[in-house]
């Protein structure tokens, strides 16, 4: 029996070997890749190419340049000329890149989940990685010719400008590092669930927000950041001047004095910082009615980004003997680790609190049901709410709390100041209770029988953040006068310089006072719900 020529492997197409591979990004291809589209993109990258082309002929190097002024006037030399053109397309491509790339995945994704084709490729029988991966590779492949097609003159002025090819290699392995973290955290935003249908149709709000959100703070961030480290020794060929890198250490190990230590530091926390959030996706794409993370992800990765922020604050000058005011540094470096750990644990109750019907769930089938199928005990019930996602939270913030503020006490304790210690150890306690209080409240309130249980979760401890500040400042109750109060309420930087002994146990004993009757209503929530099971 003769094959025919169409069933030869030499028959098969460049799109059915990828269609094999990642049907998805198949998919991609065939929507994106319409002559239409294709012809906006590649004029648009030809226009950009040919205005800047256009626009430096007027600088051209000229014996009589500063003789004569014309136009914009002319470069000093040819080297400069090309110097120049290279310095605005390397700072305009990670914009570019970045601001489609998120915006498109947000969009797309956001629309499928919107209109319910979402569900169908979640029942595809290929993994949820190859299904991800076909995203991030396919939905910005309009913004990937752009930039494509840009190289061959980036690559002609960075040799015209005696840039060496391999601080270009640096760069475009730094932006496409940065862009699939990025891109996996666009499409982790999409894949939150509910919030598409808060906006009805107009799904790319939250695709435009999180695109602006990119535009003026991760792409400046990610030049500036490589620029002072990376890139510190071509900082004049990427600001015009030479700018004195930044001596930052890291756990006192230097990651700006040698350009491989810089590289291999930004490269592994870009790599780590991905895995996780692909942990994620993975748990979110084919459950989205489950907690963000699992209690398990949340003790690594707070850990993590604990060691990864504590590790700045270890610098060899800010030592007593090398640094008169180390002391004011370090209570800036705190304040700062203090307002990224609020975020931080504000995200991590978001994502490990679980809803009313999982809730029920684990007093049905969890440590406190009473079938023979399932131990009891105080040992089996404190596993579950370590470890179970479907368990109460806030035991799994306590331990997150614990993981985190123990090494920056041990850091605290290493001062030489007593009294800074101690206004130190002041903040980190109140910090502590603090959130341990917002983790009681978030778990109570999504128990509640309520139509949108996040919504109120979201403004109740809004209003409890801001809320008794305002109060306060309207009545008139400094914090000179009532810093018990001041205390109480959770602002501590405000009244720790001066603050007595007597407002320090006044504010902490009330915190301690709520904390005890929140948990006492969560038990008897729960033993009420036990109760209606049984």
Not at 64 to 73: E, K, V
Request: hydrophobic share 55%; proline share 4%; aromatic share 14%.
């Amino acid at each position: 029996m003769n094959n025919s020529p169409s069933d030869s492997p030499q028959s098969i197409t460049w799109l059915d070997r990828i269609g094999n591979w990642n049907p998805q990004l198949l998919r991609e291809i065939r929507g994106k890749l319409k002559l239409r589209n294709l012809i906006v993109a590649i004029g648009l990258s030809l226009l950009f190419q040919i205005l800047l082309l256009l626009f430096y002929s007027q600088r051209i190097p000229n014996e009589d340049c500063y003789a004569q002024i014309r136009g914009f006037g002319c470069a000093a030399s040819w080297q400069v000329w090309w110097l120049e053109q290279f310095r605005f397309i390397t700072w305009t491509e990670p914009f570019i890149l970045f601001l489609a790339g998120v915006y498109s995945l947000v969009a797309d994704l956001s629309l499928e989940d919107y209109k319910g084709t979402l569900n169908f490729i979640r029942i595809s029988p290929r993994s949820s990685i190859n299904i991800l991966m076909g995203k991030i590779m396919g939905v910005p492949l309009l913004a990937y010719i752009c930039i494509g097609l840009s190289i061959p003159y980036h690559l002609t002025a960075a040799i015209g400008a005696g840039v060496p090819i391999a601080f270009l290699c640096s760069f475009y392995i730094l932006m496409i590092g940065t862009a699939f973290l990025l891109f996996s955290a666009s499409l982790l935003l999409a894949l939150l669930s509910g919030w598409q249908a808060k906006f009805g149709g107009q799904v790319s709000a939250g695709a435009l927000l999180f695109s602006f959100i990119t535009f003026i703070w991760f792409a400046p961030a990610f030049m500036w950041w490589n620029i002072f480290t990376t890139w510190s020794s071509y900082s004049k060929v990427l600001v015009g001047g030479r700018l004195n890198p930044i001596q930052a250490e890291w756990w006192y190990l230097s990651i700006t004095s040698n350009i491989w230590t810089s590289h291999i530091f930004t490269i592994v926390n870009l790599v780590i910082l991905s895995l996780a959030i692909w942990r994620i996706l993975e748990r979110r794409f084919h459950n989205p009615n489950s907690t963000l993370v699992s209690k398990g992800q949340s003790y690594v990765v707070t850990t993590y980004l604990q060691i990864l922020m504590l590790g700045f604050c270890m610098q060899s000058s800010l030592t007593p003997a090398r640094s008169t005011n180390s002391l004011e540094i370090q209570l800036i470096l705190l304040l700062m680790i203090y307002i990224a750990n609020l975020f931080l644990f504000l995200a991590t109750i978001a994502a490990l609190t679980p809803q009313r019907q999982a809730l029920l769930d684990w007093v049905r089938f969890g440590a406190l049901s009473t079938t023979e199928e399932h131990p009891s005990g105080f040992r089996y019930i404190l596993r579950d709410l370590i470890w179970s996602d479907k368990s109460p939270a806030p035991i799994a913030i306590v331990l997150n709390l614990v993981f985190t503020q123990v090494p920056i006490l041990i850091w605290v304790n290493s001062w030489g100041d007593s009294s800074m210690r101690g206004r130190a150890i002041i903040v980190l306690a109140s910090f502590a209770i603090s959130i341990l209080l917002v983790a009681l409240i978030a778990q109570l309130v999504l128990f509640l029988k309520t139509r949108n249980p996040s919504a109120w979760v979201t403004g109740i401890i809004s209003a409890l953040i801001f809320l008794p500040v305002l109060i306060m400042l309207s009545l008139s109750i400094s914090p000179d006068r009532y810093a018990s109060l001041w205390l109480f309420f959770g602002y501590p930087w405000l009244v720790v310089s001066n603050i007595q002994i007597s407002d320090i146990i006044l504010a902490f004993a009330g915190q301690i006072s709520v904390i005890i009757a929140l948990t006492l209503q969560l038990i008897y929530q729960l033993q009420r719900a036990k109760m209606r099971e049984t």
